[in-house]
């Protein structure tokens, strides 16, 4: 023990204390995260349209000739292309939901997201009607897909996507 620490004092001396301040602004100065770039909407869209333009072109060989098998009755046959749409769309979703989003859009964009699973589930559940032989629910569900898209489209449109434009009617 040193003669300071008997009188209850601290065994550390202003010297030592002014280094291990410097030591500990630099530590911390260290462990902060380099502050990201601000997101916006043009980084958001330079970032999306990529894997929306996978998308589009998964769908387009995914869903080649559906339009053709509804009509020729081969219903089970169309059924499997939608599955497959729909788990296109539900990989597509899950990027989308990860790539970061403009703060002052978080809201509109987290209910377009929405709107891009609902797709995905409107794809499945034509599937479920058209694997069933249900004709008139399946296009009853295409209408609902339509309709979701349409909102999906109009929430975005100050993003001038597109490739993340949802256009079912260009496939059923």
Sequence with gaps: ???NAKKGRCAVGKK???AM???VLVLSALATPVAQAEVTRESYKAAVEPICKSNTEANERILKG???KVKAGKLK???TQFARASSALNKTHGELVAVPQPPADQAKLTKWLGYVKTEATLFQKTAT???AGDKNGAQSMVIKLTHNANQANNLVLGFEFRYCRFEPSKFT
Aim: no cysteine.
């Design 1 to 3: 023990m040193g003669p």
């Design 77 to 79: 046959a169309a059924g």
């Design 16 to 18: 030592s204390f002014g």
């Design 21 to 23: 301040s410097v030591v």
């Design 66 to 68: 559906v339009r053709g």
């Design 129 to 131: 009607k058209l694997k």
